[in-house]
């Protein structure tokens, strides 16, 4: 059983910037492909980012150029970075393997407003 608690989530303005962290519990982390999903209100969730064991990233075209996804397995840490943020990324950010197998964590809320 894998368990995921994401954090770095907050309020901030547009063109803003923040870095979304994920802690993995078990011992599969490392042998996990891992991703980065959010829902926005209203909406079915989508996946926003992706990173395999050998640290190959794809990205969903909303997101491409703006967002990084890293990953730490010596501390079983996924890592978001996002940059020039806009309203509509605005959502709350879960982390889980690709494709999604585990439990969804708490999710962390990205709001992003003027």
């Known amino acids: 059983q894998v368990q995921f608690v994401e954090s770095g989530g907050g309020l901030v303005q547009p063109g803003g910037s923040l870095r979304l962290s994920c802690a993995a519990s078990?011992?599969?982390?490392?042998?996990?492909?891992m991703a980065w999903y959010r829902q926005a209100p209203g909406k079915e969730r989508e996946l926003v980012a992706g990173?395999?064991?050998?640290?190959?990233?794809n990205y969903g075209d909303s997101v491409k150029g703006r967002f990084t996804i890293s990953r730490d397995n010596a501390k079983n840490t996924v890592y978001l970075q996002m940059n020039s943020l806009k309203p509509e990324d605005t959502a709350v950010y879960y982390c889980?393997?690709?494709?999604?197998?585990?439990?969804w964590g708490q999710g962390t809320q990205v709001t992003v407003s003027s």
């Open positions: 889980n393997s690709l494709p999604q197998i585990w439990r």
């Open positions: 078990g011992n599969f982390f490392s042998s996990l492909s």
């Open positions: 990173i395999t064991t050998g640290g190959s990233t």
